[in-house]
């Protein structure tokens, strides 16, 4: 049983890669709880469904991501988890045209809503400094 909610979780962190790298922020606001929190670096957190799709929106016309995820641990508990996670890849930066390189380090909390993990948590941070 833990084993097959975590290959749902991979196939969850999975997706939101997908959303990531193709710039889609409703795909992105799909896979979140209605109360969710998106918790970006260096800027304010997204509460609820409606201002994560702005908050993702807003990301997604500055930046053009192209990244992998890693994932490190997933820890299942009845209707919740977690996963720690980094990524590395690169970041084409819209206003500049310069494509530099993604570093980040993450934390997923997930709930099952109706047999669906959702993530209800979602912070990262750099773990390089931008230049």
């Known amino acids: 049983m833990q084993i097959q909610e975590k290959q749902k979780i991979e196939a969850l962190l999975g997706e939101y890669k997908n959303s990531l790298n193709t710039s889609d922020a409703k795909l992105a606001q799909s896979l979140y709880t209605k109360d969710g929190i998106f918790m970006p670096t260096e800027a304010p957190s997204a509460i609820g469904s409606e201002n994560i ?46 494509t530099v390189p993604e570093a980040n380090r993450e934390l997923f909390v997930f709930e099952k809503v109706d047999d669906d993990w959702k993530i209800a948590r979602y912070m990262f941070n750099k773990t390089s400094p931008q230049k």
């Open 53 to 98: 799709l702005k908050s993702y929106e807003y990301i997604f016309s500055q930046i053009q991501l192209n990244i992998e995820f890693f994932i490190e641990e997933i820890e299942v508990e009845n209707d919740f988890a977690f996963a720690t996670t980094s990524s590395e890849g690169t970041t084409l930066i819209h206003a500049t045209g310069n």
